[in-house]
């Protein structure tokens, strides 16, 4: 059974740094499709960013510029640089994986979130 893992969560002032990291375990250690979601309070879940098995990556307008997904090939360990943090950035946040689909079409393995708080 594959597993993803967060890490990297916590509390930090509007302006500051948090680098989120997810390793997936089980079976299976490839993916066609990874990224990252989140949820505030009272909102819908988002996607935040996706990368596909060949480095392509897209990131949604408001974090643009501001965050940068990436992973290690060898171990499908991903991660995600937020920078310049702000208080709108707030939720928790997911791991996501498919093995083929992309994530317009459904999620095959999610992980258990680790929560983000920005402060002003």
């Known amino acids: 059974q594959v597993q993803l893992v967060e890490s990297g969560g916590g509390s930090v002032q509007a302006g500051g740094s948090l680098r989120l990291s997810c390793a997936p375990s089980?079976?299976?250690?490839?993916?066609?499709?990874m990224g990252w979601f989140r949820q505030a309070p009272g909102k819908e879940r988002e996607n935040v960013a996706v990368?596909?098995?060949?480095?392509?990556?897209t990131h949604t307008d408001s974090v643009a510029g501001r965050f940068t997904i990436s992973q290690d090939k060898p171990k499908n360990t991903l991660h995600l640089q937020m920078n310049s943090l702000k208080p709108e950035d707030t939720a928790m946040y997911y791991c996501?994986?498919?093995?083929?689909?992309?994530?317009?079409?459904?999620?095959?393995?999610w992980g258990k979130g680790t929560l983000v708080t920005i402060s002003s």
């Open positions: 996501a994986a498919s093995l083929v689909r992309p994530f317009y079409v459904g999620v095959d393995y």
């Open positions: 089980g079976k299976l250690d490839s993916f066609d499709y």
């Open positions: 990368i596909d098995s060949v480095g392509r990556a």
